[in-house]
């Protein structure tokens, strides 16, 4: 399996449009933080114990049943490598930092990644299409359980899975679903949601990490509690109100169309047209855009653009990938043009192909 | 900004040290903060950082200045042996720096993991096999144990022996099973 594939292969596992709920729920992902007995946490230990946390990993999963894992140490890729692997969300912009010693193990389907000596020794992580916790988890859990027979895990019996973080400490899990929910913030009924998920011990952000500000609609929904209850319980609880936001989102969408229709389809088809045609496309505009278009298509205004293609414009369009692609460093309005350029090649060969389609 | 030491990761904390000549700051990273002696923890950043979350709670005071003050006296806790970290380290970085940790702050943690974890305190999910099969042994190893100074009290010292033999034997399997935790003596 060569590292090309990986950043230059054109869709990513969880990017695929399908699971339970895709419409709304774009991926669902699981993390388990583990950590190794006798080395001290990625911000206290020194480079050799680095080192051997990273060789005793490797070589667990290397040698594992599971083929096809690519090992990639963070400090051997190029910095544009590192950043395509952030933007894919196969590993964290904190991995990155060549001082860390990070590496990652990637399944050949990317719905499995391994990062090694991110702020744990440890952490598997599970990314699914659409709304799957119990999938993502049982997988997350199953290479967990191959791992813990071949290394010692710092576990204790009060306190769980030893990490770094006080805040992880316990299962060690992070689950969290990517949420599409343009009705709601259009509505405004977002701002009054997201202090009473807050209450009910989960966490609400915007889709790349910190901050409230959300583009493209897009929200992680995320557990804040890892100690005190049983993995299963933590993803019930998830998963309800998930689907809170899912039926409260559906709702919304209704009453938008109700009320004012062409109001509606006029915004979302004058985006449409926007990444149809356009020359300059910074990444904020293109991500409202995409958000419009996806909308039109789960409501069925928009009818012949592929859901799955703007999954993977999503993540085309950000600087990593579009530097990857055009095979050369971009200053900022280049990028915009490059943008503009791929999103026009892209929407426009769909429909090509599927002309094709209908003449054969 | 980059950390002032490494200049390679960006600078989260703060380190002042006051002396004579007036006060120095620094800029730090995380890692470079936890290998200094001393930090503070910049209170204008990530306003709902952990950092923040735990010094606030553990700290003292509301405020930042008095809570800044109140610092300066504070003890500095128990010292972790596998890492240098100290508990009031450990408040103002928000991270522990190695599995050992957990042992060194035993005692304290219930009340820092109470404000994190919605009021829990104990783990109740996923236990490795590994250590399900230990736990049980060790339990099985504490109730042999209780027969044989029942056996003794009872002058049936054949039968404590016996018993104390079993118990070896079971010492021997936690030992084979590497439980590395030096917890296996039941002597």
Known sequence: MSIDKFMRGAV???????????????STRIRLARNLRGFRFPIAFTAEEARQVDEQAATALLNSDEKGYAYMKMSELPSLDRQVLVEKHL?????????????????????????????????????????????????????????????????????????????????????????????????????????????????????????SEAPGNIYQ??????LGKPEKEILADLKNIALRLIAHERRSREILLSKSQVALSNKLFRSLGIISFARLLPSGEAARCLSDVRLGIDLGIIKDVDMSILNELMIFMQPGFLQQYAGSELTAEERDIFRANLFRERLKIETQSEDNNKEN | MNCDNCNERPASVIFTQESVNGTTERHLCEKCAFQSQMFHFDPNQEPLSIQQFL??????????????????????????????????????????????CYDT???????????????HTKHAG???????????????????????????????????AALRDEVNELKLHLVKEGNGGGEGNVD
Request: proline share 6%; with cysteine.
């Open chain 1, 12 to 26: 990513t596992g969880w990017m695929a449009s399908h699971g339970e709920h895709s419409d709304i729920v774009m």
């Open chain 1, 91 to 211: 590993v964290s912009p904190q991995l990155t930092d060549p001082k860390r010693h990070g590496a990652v193990l990637l399944s050949e389907d990317e719905t499995l990644s391994i990062m090694v000596n991110e702020e744990d020794h440890i952490r598997i992580q599970c990314i699914y299409p659409g709304f799957q916790l119990e999938n993502a988890y049982e997988h997350a859990d199953s290479v967990d359980d191959y791992l813990e027979k071949k290394l010692p895990y710092a576990f204790d019996e009060d306190f769980g899975y030893l990490t770094s973080c006080p805040s992880n400490t316990g299962t060690g899990m992070r689950a969290s679903v990517m949420m599409h929910l343009p009705a709601l913030t259009i509505t405004k009924q977002i701002e009054r949601i997201i202090p009473a998920i807050t209450r009910l011990g989960m966490v609400v952000r915007g889709s790349y990490g910190e901050g």
């Open chain 1, 221 to 226: 929904v995320s557990n804040q509690t890892t």
């Open chain 2, 55 to 100: 010094s606030h709670w553990f700290g003292g005071s509301e405020s930042v200045q008095p809570f800044q003050q109140s610092r300066e006296s504070m003890p500095e806790g128990p010292t972790c042996p596998e890492c240098d970290l100290t508990f009031r380290k450990f408040l103002d970085i928000g991270k522990f720096g190695c599995p050992t």
């Open chain 2, 105 to 119: 702050f035993r005692e304290r943690l219930p009340r820092v993991f109470g404000k994190l974890h919605n009021g």
């Open chain 2, 126 to 160: 996923k236990i490795p096999v590994s250590f399900n099969k230990m736990f049980s042994v060790k339990k099985k190893i504490e109730e042999i144990r209780l027969k044989m100074q029942e056996a003794i009290q009872e002058e049936r010292f054949e039968d404590a």
